[in-house]
């Protein structure tokens, strides 16, 4: 298996536009997590999918962040508009029983 | 809810020497403790974990022990090696597989392994 896959694996854009992030998880996992990673609040989970269905969206920061999952092999997360402080690394990550398998990361930088 | 405190934030050992690094929980439903090792530039990569219904584990130089009475584990590494420099998370969860089965991770330590 080729593990959790994202992309893209590095984006930069300018502030107020929209931003895409792709996750095709492991196959056969049914839970998905969205993370965000920055150096002062750590990993922070964003949202978190069961069966394609969003279970917990507590940690999305505001209503400018909004996730997907039309089928069991993909999500997005996206924002719009985009700020300097969505700058982070945001993980993917997908669930059999107990263990969750991360991804490698989308770095994020908004000038 | 669960809160996970990790100790230390940074560790810096000698090629060859043990390090340890120990993580407490406040849930005492939670019943599943991974460990992630980060390296830079990657996700959290899963290592070693541990359930409830045993005291340690081991995988070759890496080790985890559980105190539940306590409410901590800890991750041992011997005879580390440079490769074994990273960011190292703890995890708790009540490993139901539901919403309560969510990972709540320690703060993270930064070992450095001086050759």
């Known amino acids: 298996d080729a593990g959790v896959i994202q992309s893209p694996r590095h984006e930069v854009t300018e502030m107020g536009q929209e931003v895409t992030l792709r996750c095709k998880p492991i196959s056969g996992h049914n839970s998905l997590f969205w993370y965000r990673q920055t150096m002062m609040r750590g990993l922070e989970l964003l949202i978190y999918f069961n069966n394609n269905v969003p279970i917990d969206d507590s940690g999305m920061p505001e209503d400018r962040f909004s996730a997907k999952m039309p089928n069991a092999s993909f999500s997005t997360l996206k924002i719009q508009p985009s700020e300097p402080r969505d700058s982070a690394v945001y993980f993917c990550?997908?669930?059999?029983?107990?263990?969750?398998?991360f991804g490698p990361g989308t770095r994020l930088t908004v000038l | 809810g669960e809160n996970v405190e990790q100790h230390p934030s940074t560790l810096s050992v000698q090629e060859g020497d043990s390090a340890v690094i120990k993580c407490t929980y406040s849930d005492s439903a939670s019943n599943y403790f991974p460990w992630y090792k980060q390296e830079l530039g990657k996700g959290p990569q899963l290592i070693i974990d541990?359930?409830?219904?045993?005291g340690e584990k081991k995988d070759q130089r890496i080790a985890v022990t559980l105190n539940k009475t306590a409410k901590h584990f800890s991750l041992h590494i011997t005879e580390t090696q440079p490769e074994d420099s990273a960011v190292y998370f703890c995890?708790?969860?009540?490993?139901?597989?539901?919403?309560?089965?969510?990972?709540?991770f320690g703060k993270g330590t930064k070992l450095s392994v001086k050759p």
């Open positions: 990550a997908s669930r059999s029983t107990d263990t969750q398998y």
């Open positions: 995890a708790a969860s009540r490993g139901d597989g539901g919403s309560q089965g969510n990972l709540i």
């Open positions: 541990i359930r409830s219904n045993v």
